[in-house]
């Protein structure tokens, strides 16, 4: 049998002796605790590789400290049961003894689809947080631009607001009034169909009034702005991102909402509420094309009604809903042209998104508009 001295500084050992009859001792020596097994992770599965022999015989006399967690490993080393010939002092026995008596809690598998819902849905809160700490910072940040070019006035960008109304209103007077028209048509054509069974044709004015005026024009003119120069207005700002420019105009002191946000969300806001009214005139004359040809109601009776089932407040509705998803559109295509990195699979990513979320905000702001406004402006 294998003697050695005791000693509290010894790093903990696992000797083994093979006496002259053939009998296999197992001697442990110095001090078993949490903090030298972590560094002497191998010694567990030397004690497990010396447990297939059920004959061995196990001295731990000269273990000089054991504390409970130590006790734990080695335990579990033996199968979770003492060997049958073991030499240990009595105070060590007892913590054998309690683990003997003690059920170890095993861990409990996690349902792994679970746990890929929680995690994506934890990554889809804090970055829905995190973007839209970003869009009401950069939302003061405007407050505190107008402010101060209320207080400056002839630092308005005058040239930068006018390319973005040439560029986003002007050019889109085309797209905004071929769709109008042909969602006149369609709307008008569909429900000439269902009042024809009716005979109550002459209410088509009354509905291509309403849902035109106050709904559909303004939204389409939106939904395309949102598409065309919000994705534009992303894109200009990740090339700038992409070439430094943005770098650039830092390092030469000149404000980044200054001379790129803030014109854009002005110029937006005050050209939606106009390309708004020009989208809904071109859908009502799709609508009168088509109520002429299916329901043999004139233009000049067309025109006639329409003032009298509409009512004023219905335009000035519309008006401002344009004005409000302009201003949006705008904001929200300035925040995801900054969000993009210096490289390209950013720029297509961030530009997508942008329109995607712009998109999304109009349909949910025409929706709250709905709603407040149910009872206002009916005839």
Known sequence: MIKTEANPDLLPQLLVDLNNDGQLTVCLTGCWNLRNLAIMPDLQQKISLNTVNKASHWDMLLVDELDSTAALIIWQSWGKQLPDRLQVKPEHQRLFNRW???????????????????????????????????????????????????????????????????????????????????????????SALQLKTFGAEIYIIDILGLSIIRELGPLLAAILVAGRSGSSMTA??????????????SAMGISHSLRLILPKVMALTMIMPLLSAWTS????????????????????????????????????????????????????????G??????????????????????????MIDAVFAILFMGVGMP
């Open 338 to 363: 900054f969000r993009i990195k210096p490289n390209t699979e950013s720029l297509g990513s961030e530009t997508t998104n942008s329109v995607v979320a712009s998109i999304t905000v109009v349909i």
């Open 100 to 190: 003997q008596t003690q059920s170890v809690p095993t861990a409990e598998p996690v349902n792994a689809w679970f746990n890929l819902f929680f995690n994506t849905a934890q990554q889809l809160i804090w970055g829905f947080w995190a973007q839209l700490t970003s869009l009401v910072t950069l939302l003061g940040q405007l407050v505190l631009d107008v402010g101060y070019l209320l207080r400056h006035p002839q630092e308005i960008p005058v040239s930068e607001i006018s390319i973005t109304i040439y560029d986003a209103g002007v050019r889109a007077l085309g797209i905004t009034a071929l769709v109008g028209f042909l969602i006149g048509v369609v709307l008008s054509y569909l």
């Open 236 to 249: 200009q700002i990740g090339i700038m991102r992409v070439t430094e420019e943005l770098d650039a105009l």
């Open 281 to 336: 005139a071109s859908a009502l004359l799709g609508g009168m094309f088509s109520a002429q040809n299916t329901l043999d109601i004139s233009y000049q009776q067309f025109f006639l009604k329409l003032p009298n089932v509409v009512p004023l407040l219905n335009v000035f509705i519309g008006l401002g809903k344009g004005a409000v998803f302009g201003f949006m559109i705008a904001l929200i295509a300035c925040h995801f």
